[in-house]
C-alpha cells in the first residue's frame, strides 16, 4: 500500500544530495554574516495567518487542529514564523536580528497535478533602520547563488509600496481589477481596463506599468510619470545603483509591475530566477508593517528559494573523493568500522557491504560508483578501473590491520 498521499514526495539520491550541498554551501555563506539557523514550527495558528495574507492563499492553506484542538494549518509562510519568533523572544535592543533556515511550507496546490508541499532556503534580517540591509540580503544571495554550477541568475527588482501609494488616485473597483491582473498575469485584461480608467495624474503611469521593465532609464521614466509620488522611487533607485556598484548590474532587470500575493510586503521586491529559461527559483523583499502588527519598530527584509528546484537545475561537480566499496566478509564490525574509519580519514568516500556472499561484487561495487574494491578476507584493495591490487597495509600506510 502507497503511504506518500497525492501532493507530496520522497526526494532522495542525487537530487538530495544536491540538495544538501547547496544548503551548506547557503549556510556556510550566510552564517559568517551574523545569520543564526532558524527552525519554525510545522502548525500555524489559522486565525492568526488569516489575518496576515490574502483570500487566494487563504484558499490554499492546508487546515488542521492541533493536538490542544486549536484551528491550524500546516507551515504555509515561514516569514510569519520569523517575526512571531523576534517579537515573543527578543527585547527591541536586541534588534537587528538575522536569521537562516531550511524547511518545508505546505499549501494546496493551483492545480491538481502539482505539489502541495515546497522545500525552502531562505534568510531573513529584522529590525534595522537606516539604509543597506536589501543590498546586504540581495548582495549575499548573489554571491551565493553565482558560486553555483547553474544556469545565470536573474534577478527582477520592483517595489510594492509605489503601486501600493500610486493606487489610492484610482476608484477601488478599478484598483482591486488592476492588481488582480498583475497578480494572475492577465496582461490582456489589464491594458483593457487601464484604457477606460478615469482621467487622474497618474492615467498614463498605470497604462505603461506592465511594460516598465529593463535597466536603470526605466526608474527615471517611471519618476516622470508618477506625477504627485515622484519620492515613491527613490528607495529602488538607492539599491540599484549600490547593486551596480557591487558588479551585479549585467543580472538585475527593474520590473515596476512585481506584485505579491502575500498582503505584508510593503516595499522594495524581487523575484529570482533562471535567465535563460524564465524559471523562477525564488523571491523575496521588505514587510515592515508586518513588523508593526507585531509591535515592533524598525524594517525587514527577507528571501526564499525553492531548494528541490535549485538543486534539479544545478550540476552536481565531479567527485574529489574516490569511492570504496569495502566488503566486510564476516568481520568483526567494530573491525569493519575502524577500518572504514581509517580510510575516510585519507580523503576517500566508503560504502559498506555486509553480506558474506558475493559471486559479482566487482561488477556490484562498479554499479554503485565505487572505483576501488575493498576485500576486508583478503586485506587488498582493487582498481576496477586498472585491476591493479594493493595490500591493504601499503594503502594505509603501515601494519595496521595484521
Same mark, same amino acid.
Given at each position: @500500500?502507497?503511504?506518500?498521499?497525492? /501532493?507530496?514526495?520522497?526526494? =532522495?539520491? !542525487? $537530487?538530495?544530495?544536491?540538495?544538501?550541498? +547547496?544548503?551548506?554551501?547557503?549556510?556556510?555563506?550566510?552564517?559568517?554574516?551574523?545569520?543564526?539557523?532558524?527552525?519554525?514550527?510545522?502548525?500555524?495558528?489559522?486565525?492568526?495567518?488569516?489575518?496576515?495574507?490574502?483570500?487566494?492563499?487563504?484558499?490554499?492553506?492546508?487546515?488542521?487542529?492541533?493536538?490542544?484542538?486549536?484551528?491550524?494549518?500546516?507551515?504555509?509562510?515561514?516569514?510569519?514564523?520569523?517575526?512571531?519568533?523576534?517579537?515573543?523572544?527578543?527585547?527591541?535592543?536586541?534588534?537587528?536580528?538575522?536569521?537562516?533556515?531550511?524547511?518545508?511550507?505546505?499549501?494546496?496546490?493551483?492545480?491538481?497535478?502539482?505539489?502541495?508541499?515546497?522545500?525552502? @532556503?531562505?534568510?531573513?534580517?529584522? /529590525?534595522?533602520?537606516?539604509? =543597506?540591509? !536589501? $543590498?546586504?540580503?540581495?548582495?549575499?544571495? +548573489?554571491?551565493?547563488?553565482?558560486?553555483?554550477?547553474?544556469?545565470?541568475?536573474?534577478?527582477?527588482?520592483?517595489?510594492?509600496?509605489?503601486?501600493?501609494?500610486?493606487?489610492?488616485?484610482?476608484?477601488?473597483?478599478?484598483?482591486?481589477?488592476?492588481?488582480?491582473?498583475?497578480?494572475?498575469?492577465?496582461?490582456?485584461?489589464?491594458?483593457?481596463?487601464?484604457?477606460?480608467?478615469?482621467?487622474?495624474?497618474?492615467?498614463?503611469?498605470?497604462?505603461?506599468?506592465?511594460?516598465?521593465?529593463?535597466?536603470?532609464?526605466?526608474?527615471?521614466?517611471?519618476?516622470?510619470?508618477?506625477?504627485?509620488?515622484?519620492?515613491?522611487?527613490?528607495?529602488?533607485?538607492?539599491?540599484?545603483?549600490?547593486?551596480?556598484?557591487? /558588479?551585479?548590474?549585467?543580472?538585475?532587470?527593474?520590473?515596476?509591475?512585481?506584485?505579491?500575493? +502575500?498582503?505584508?510586503?510593503?516595499?522594495?521586491?524581487?523575484?529570482?530566477?533562471?535567465?535563460?529559461?524564465?524559471?523562477?527559483?525564488?523571491?523575496?523583499?521588505?514587510?515592515?508593517?508586518?513588523?508593526?502588527?507585531?509591535?515592533?519598530?524598525?524594517?525587514?527584509?527577507?528571501?526564499?528559494?525553492?531548494?528541490?528546484?535549485l538543486a534539479l537545475n544545478t550540476v552536481k561537480p565531479a567527485?574529489?573523493?574516490?569511492?570504496?566499496?569495502?566488503?566486510?566478509?564476516?568481520?568483526?564490525?567494530?573491525?569493519?568500522?575502524?577500518?572504514?574509519?581509517?580510510?575516510?580519514?585519507?580523503?576517500?568516500?566508503?560504502?559498506?557491504?555486509?553480506?558474506?556472499?558475493?559471486?559479482?561484487?566487482?561488477?556490484?561495487?562498479?554499479?554503485?560508483?565505487?572505483?576501488?574494491?575493498?576485500?576486508?578476507?583478503?586485506?587488498?584493495?582493487?582498481?576496477?578501473?586498472?585491476?591493479?591490487?594493493?595490500?591493504?597495509?601499503?594503502?594505509?600506510?603501515?601494519?595496521?590491520?595484521?
Amino acid at each position: @500500500m502507497k503511504l506518500t498521499p497525492r /501532493g507530496c514526495r520522497n526526494v =532522495g539520491g !542525487d $537530487v538530495a544530495m544536491v540538495a544538501e550541498d +547547496l544548503r551548506k554551501d547557503f549556510m556556510d555563506t550566510f552564517i559568517p554574516y551574523g545569520y543564526k539557523p532558524f527552525w519554525p514550527a510545522g502548525l500555524q495558528l489559522l486565525e492568526a495567518i488569516t489575518a496576515k495574507v490574502n483570500a487566494n492563499l487563504q484558499n490554499r492553506l492546508v487546515v488542521t487542529n492541533s493536538f490542544h484542538g486549536e484551528p491550524c494549518a500546516l507551515r504555509a509562510d515561514i516569514t510569519l514564523g520569523v517575526v512571531d519568533y523576534c517579537a515573543s523572544h527578543f527585547e527591541a535592543h536586541e534588534r537587528p536580528l538575522r536569521l537562516c533556515y531550511t524547511e518545508r511550507i505546505y499549501r494546496r496546490p493551483k492545480s491538481p497535478d502539482k505539489n502541495m508541499e515546497r522545500l525552502q @532556503m531562505g534568510a531573513e534580517l529584522i /529590525g534595522w533602520e537606516g539604509e =543597506g540591509a !536589501d $543590498v546586504e540580503l540581495i548582495g549575499l544571495l +548573489l554571491a551565493y547563488l553565482n558560486k553555483l554550477n547553474c544556469p545565470k541568475i536573474g534577478i527582477a527588482l520592483g517595489d510594492v509600496s509605489l503601486i501600493q501609494r500610486a493606487i489610492k488616485y484610482l476608484p477601488r473597483a478599478y484598483a482591486m481589477s488592476l492588481l488582480g491582473c498583475l497578480e494572475e498575469g492577465k496582461m490582456d485584461e489589464y491594458a483593457r481596463i487601464a484604457r477606460d480608467l478615469p482621467p487622474s495624474p497618474l492615467s498614463i503611469f498605470f497604462e505603461e506599468l506592465p511594460w516598465l521593465k529593463g535597466n536603470a532609464e526605466i526608474l527615471y521614466r517611471a519618476s516622470r510619470l508618477l506625477k504627485g509620488v515622484e519620492e515613491a522611487i527613490e528607495p529602488l533607485k538607492s539599491i540599484y545603483a549600490e547593486l551596480v556598484k557591487m /558588479g551585479y548590474g549585467d543580472c538585475i532587470v527593474i520590473d515596476l509591475s512585481l506584485v505579491r500575493e +502575500l498582503d505584508y510586503y510593503s516595499g522594495p521586491i524581487f523575484d529570482v530566477y533562471f535567465e535563460d529559461t524564465g524559471i523562477p527559483i525564488g523571491g523575496g523583499g521588505r514587510y515592515d508593517t508586518l513588523l508593526e502588527r507585531h509591535g515592533m519598530l524598525g524594517q525587514a527584509v527577507g528571501f526564499a528559494l525553492d531548494l528541490e528546484v535549485l538543486a534539479l537545475n544545478t550540476v552536481k561537480p565531479a567527485a574529489e573523493a574516490q569511492k570504496i566499496l569495502l566488503w566486510a566478509q564476516g568481520s568483526q564490525p567494530a573491525s569493519v568500522l575502524a577500518c572504514a574509519k581509517e580510510i575516510t580519514s585519507l580523503g576517500y568516500c566508503v560504502e559498506i557491504m555486509w553480506r558474506e556472499r558475493a559471486p559479482e561484487v566487482s561488477e556490484l561495487a562498479r554499479k554503485r560508483g565505487c572505483n576501488l574494491l575493498l576485500d576486508l578476507n583478503k586485506k587488498s584493495i582493487t582498481d576496477l578501473v586498472s585491476g591493479d591490487e594493493t595490500f591493504l597495509d601499503d594503502f594505509l600506510g603501515g601494519d595496521i590491520y595484521d
